[in-house]
């Protein structure tokens, strides 16, 4: 009896048996679908003959393996927990400029923080008469001794608190910080200073005395420092720097003039950085900052 060779090749399997298959009886090849990703094969004989072979294919769909792997990247990047906007308190005894640009940063969206209260060495001060403006609490401190209400440092712990301060923020502020409040806020509190640290700053380098000490010195470059604030004048961990030129004919006004420009910018950088828990501490603990692109780039 003549036999013809129907040979089963299905594209995932590199070989199936060849079935011999009498000519004279019905052939028919009915796909079940099972499953998405299953595909059998079921092939049927007349009653008269054996059934020679049955081989289930299993296939697998692409189409799903790319959505199942789509679904396993989503759910790997798991959405990161929103931060919350800080409470900032912010120290001054004069105009305030650095001040001003904090705040105004916040409103502009540069800083994810908002400032809660000001803490003023005089009433009257520039930044004091600025907060009043924009409905901003004012805190007198640390109170003349003749005063009828002094105000103690323990009491402005408990006023900082009562506004749930996350940081201080010195922006000219030219008085000590009382060892109760950087035992309160440890780690949290920052002061901007018109020179590169540890040069020109101690008790007594403050303004334009800043400026004229580095200007008689010779030196040629200055610029602000970010520290942070521990019991004693400029000597906490510095945490920012920023450079400019000192120039051949430099007046302590013009060389002012220029370090200012830079701590505007660079109080700005610092507090949104620190609202967005990007601060990190070396091990020999100096601080550092995460750059807000790469986590892995630190400054």
Known sequence: METQAVALRPSLHSSVPCIQIPENHLVSVLPKIRTPTRLSLRIHYSSSHTLLSKRNIQCRNSVEIMDRQGVSDVEEEKPKPK???????????????????????????????????????????????????????????????????VLSAEDLVITLRSYK???????????????????????????????LLPAFGGKGYYGMKVHKAVIASGARYSGPTIHYVDEQYDTG???????????????????????????????????????????????DGVPLIRSKEDPNDLF
Request: glycine content about 6%.
């Open 83 to 149: 931060l919350r906007r800080k409470n900032l308190a912010v120290f001054v005894s004069g105009g305030g400029s650095n001040f001003r640009s904090i705040y105004e940063a916040t409103l502009n969206g540069s800083v994810h923080g908002d400032v809660v209260v000001l803490v003023a060495s005089k009433h009257d001060c520039g930044g004091a008469e600025y907060a009043r403006d924009k409905g901003i609490p004012v805190v007198v401190f640390p109170r003349r001794k003749d005063g009828q209400d």
């Open 237 to 283: 961990r510095i945490l920012a720097q920023r450079v400019v030129p000192v120039l051949a004919n430099d007046t302590a006004e013009e060389l002012a003039a220029r370090v200012l420009h830079e701590e505007h910018k660079l109080y700005i950088e610092v507090v949104a950085a620190l609202c967005e828990e990007r601060i990190t501490w070396r091990e």
């Open 165 to 195: 301060v996350d940081f201080i923020l010195l922006a000219g502020y030219l008085k000590l910080i009382p060892v109760q409040l950087v035992q309160a806020y440890p780690k949290s509190i920052l002061n901007i200073h018109p020179s």
